[in-house]
């Protein structure tokens, strides 16, 4: 019998709109949200006994971490036959976003790093006015993600009686709870879109973001939250989870070019003290005046020959910046960058990220801040090889298909595959919930352990019986693959452990590979 598998969901409070109160001085934060908001609330609280749930605070020296108990709430059954187990961390000090920098950011990453491991996924509430600039922030922030993390907030509170919250947060722990969507994402508004591509577009509107260069990665109707799961980006490689933190954007700075800007003015922003990027935010494809005599052209080669990263971006909503005019043209010959499609707030956060990076030039800054880290620009588009039709048995052949190859460690056959189907094979399970990395788990060949891996296969996902790809190699005893499974970031899942303790008695190497005892 399958076991009925309940997800964790850590919710991170930082304050915003959705957390507000009427006060004299207008909208402020509140505190206890799950107490006054979600409690009461049936679609967040099923009334099941409430478990203690562990998360890991820095303690208040902030010389080291402490683990504190918080009562948890679970949702009902969603459409997905999963319950939502949930609790909220709020943060010291809740903020209006208009107030966050490097700090607040810092913050966030640090509190997913120390839970991570505990948690199937994360949701980040947030007010929205600088909450596309977190999402991209964070989006750099977070090496080698390998869960959702999904941001929201809200136009209206969640204690007003018509409001946007509500949905917002449900719809943004469904998929927190459900979908390995590895990626920083922001939900709102019925829509996830990656993070790092959103801008907000209005002031009071429900519908308060758009992603103008890059389709949602899912969207949420009256029955299901459809995911486009040929768009949703995977961490390719061996590497664990890890953050980057302390953004640099002290010295980054942010100009918009304008009919008649002088040179001048252009040439006194690029001399503040200590400037080391700056975002010009250009007409078109990518066009600004040259000046009178090419002075504005000059006064930005001249910065960048003294180290400064300039990186060119359109003010238009969607298209990308591309040299196809003659004044485009002068400007990627004087050195500045094309930012192709990026938003003002992903190209801000990116340089401000690159910066931070000690061993950073301003060479490794340019080549970097031209191509996709983290899917924040588009670059050349890459082919697809597709079956003529994608019917829904032939999807279920394919994945036998590939089952079988992984099973046999037939490297070769499982290349022709995936490089068929890439984009959907990867995360799927069959019928008993495996994926191609719990069949490869305990394949004969780590090579095709490795291969998948490389190709952005998820180390987290649980069968039906509830177990992750490391368990299943440690209970067969698959040392290599242990170890590989680990050096890609996977850990045993807390509802593993009790059974996990048992075998270890038996094979207690093999366990404590595996991460038992951490
Ligand atoms: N000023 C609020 C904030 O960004 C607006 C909001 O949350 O919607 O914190």
């Known amino acids: 019998m399958a076991e009925e598998i309940e997800s964790r969901v850590l919710l991170i409070m930082t304050g915003g709109t959705i957390c507000m109160r009427q006060s004299p001085n207008g909208f402020v934060p509140a505190r206890d949200f799950q107490e006054h908001c979600l409690a009461p609330m049936p679609a967040f609280n099923d009334k099941s006994p409430s478990i203690p749930i562990e998360v890991i605070n820095d303690n208040a020296e902030r010389t080291g971490h402490e683990v504190k108990e918080y009562t948890s709430l679970r949702t009902p059954q969603t459409a997905y ?19 966050i920098d490097a700090k607040g950011w810092t913050e966030i990453a640090e509190t997913i790093e120390r839970n991570y491991t505990h948690f199937d996924g994360f949701v980040v509430l947030h007010g929205t006015d600088s909450l596309a600039y977190t999402c991209s922030a964070l989006s750099f922030m977070l090496q080698n993600l390998g869960k959702p993390v999904v941001l929201t907030g809200s136009q209206s509170p969640m204690l007003e009686l018509q409001n946007d919250a509500t949905e917002n947060l449900l719809g943004s722990l469904v998929v927190a709870g459900h979908f390995m969507i590895p990626e920083v994402c922001l939900y709102f508004n019925n ?3 990656r993070g790092n591509r959103c801008i907000k577009v209005a002031a009071s509107d429900f519908a308060a973001f758009e992603s103008p260069n890059y389709a949602p990665l899912a969207v949420t109707n009256s029955t299901r939250t459809n995911v486009n799961w040929e768009i949703v980006r995977r961490p390719r490689g061996i590497g664990a989870f890890g953050i980057r933190t302390d953004l640099d954007t002290r010295h980054v700075a942010c100009l918009r070019i304008f009919p008649g800007i002088q040179p001048e003015m252009v040439d006194a922003v690029l001399r503040l003290e200590g400037l080391r ?4 935010e250009t007409f078109g494809a990518g066009n600004a005046p040259h ?5 504005m052209t000059k006064v930005l080669a001249d910065a960048i020959g003294r180290g400064i990263v300039i990186v060119n971006v359109t003010q238009c909503l969607t298209g990308s910046v591309s040299p196809v005019y003659a004044p485009g043209m002068s400007l990627s010959r004087a050195g500045v960058v094309a930012g192709l499609d990026m938003t003002t707030e992903a190209a801000l956060t990116k340089l401000a990220y690159l910066l931070a990076i000690p061993e950073c030039t301003p060479e490794s800054i340019a080549k970097d801040m031209a191509v996709s880290l983290r899917g924040e620009l588009t670059e050349i588009s890459q082919p697809v090889f597709r079956h003529p039709d994608g019917e829904l048995s032939e999807r279920a052949q394919t994945l036998t298909m590939l089952g079988y190859a992984i099973a046999r460690g037939d490297l070769q056959r499982v290349d022709v595959i995936v490089k068929m189907e890439h984009h959907w094979l990867l995360n799927d399970a069959d019928y008993s919930g495996n994926t191609p990395i719990h069949i490869a788990s305990t394949s004969p060949s780590l090579e095709v352990l490795e291969y998948l891996l490389r190709q952005g296969g998820s180390v987290h996902l649980r069968n039906n019986q509830n177990r992750t790809p490391l368990f299943m190699a440690a209970n067969a005893g698959m040392g290599e693959h242990v170890k590989l499974l680990r050096q890609s970031g996977a850990h045993l899942h807390s509802d593993e452990r009790a059974a996990a303790e048992v075998l270890a008695q038996r094979r207690p190497e093999i366990w404590g590979e595996a991460g038992l005892h951490e």
Do not use: H
Request: a neutral charge; glycine letters at 10%; aromatic letters at 12%.
């Open 191 to 193: 829509r996830l879109f």
């Open 277 to 280: 990027g700056l975002v010009l």
């Open 81 to 99: 036959g999963r319950k939502v187990r949930y609790t909220v961390y709020e943060f010291p000090e809740l903020l209006d976003s208009s107030s």
């Open 291 to 295: 000046g009178q005599d090419n002075a």
